[in-house]
């Protein structure tokens, strides 16, 4: 028997605002981090790793790489679409993990809008190849770990942990996006 729920409008923009919070926090731990690991499975189901890096740094969910269609790692993902990915990031004081689904994206005015002097260096024939193309993770969900503070401060704290036996103290989340 199905029953008729009542739901507080209250408690749905509090849900909405924690949503807000935890993907602002993600997008504030990744806007400064050049290169990320995209992880996905080749063609044997074998977990395969790439440097990658992050062009989009708007982060709302997604996150866009610029890479050559005729590489493993796009005909892997094309062969999967939409293909089951990780995309890591890691700093001096915070990693990042995203966890969602990756596609290949022909968006020639986005990849034109998207193009640098970094791309280019690493890819041939600027944003006009057609060789050139967009992989375009949507993330699903996103875990961090952010111990904040300064090198000295986690130093400190570091001793602090070792001398009392406690345990470091940061912030660990797992958010949903």
Same mark, same amino acid.
């Given at each position: 028997m199905a029953t008729d729920r009542v739901t507080d409008p209250d408690d749905e923009e509090n849900a909405m605002s924690?949503?807000?919070?935890?993907?602002?926090?993600v997008a504030d731990l990744i806007k400064d981090i050049r290169i990320a690991m995209l992880t996905h499975a080749d063609s044997n189901g074998v977990l395969v790793s790439h440097p990658m890096a992050t062009q989009e740094v708007q982060f709302?969910?997604?996150?866009?790489?610029?890479?050559?269609?005729?590489?493993? !790692? &796009?005909?892997?993902?094309?062969?999967?679409s939409p293909a089951r990915v990780n995309v890591a990031y890691s700093s001096s004081s915070s990693w990042v993990s995203l966890s969602g689904t990756?596609?290949?994206?022909?968006?020639?005015?986005?990849l034109a809008e998207l193009w640098n002097s970094f791309t280019g260096a690493w890819l041939e024939g600027g944003p006009e190849n057609p060789n050139n193309i967009l992989i375009k993770v949507?993330?699903?969900?996103?875990?961090?770990?952010?111990s904040p503070g300064a090198k000295v401060t986690q130093i400190a704290?570091?001793? !602090? &942990?070792?001398v009392t036996?406690?345990?470091?103290?940061?912030?660990?989340?797992?958010?949903?996006?």
């Open positions: 924690e949503h807000d919070d935890g993907t602002q926090k709302d969910g997604d996150v866009l790489f610029v890479a050559e269609r005729d590489s493993h !790692k &796009a005909r892997d993902i094309a062969a999967q990756a596609t290949i994206v022909d968006d020639p005015a986005k949507s993330a699903e969900s996103a875990e961090y770990w952010d704290n570091f001793i !602090k &942990a070792k036996g406690e345990r470091i103290e940061g912030d660990n989340e797992v958010v949903d996006l």
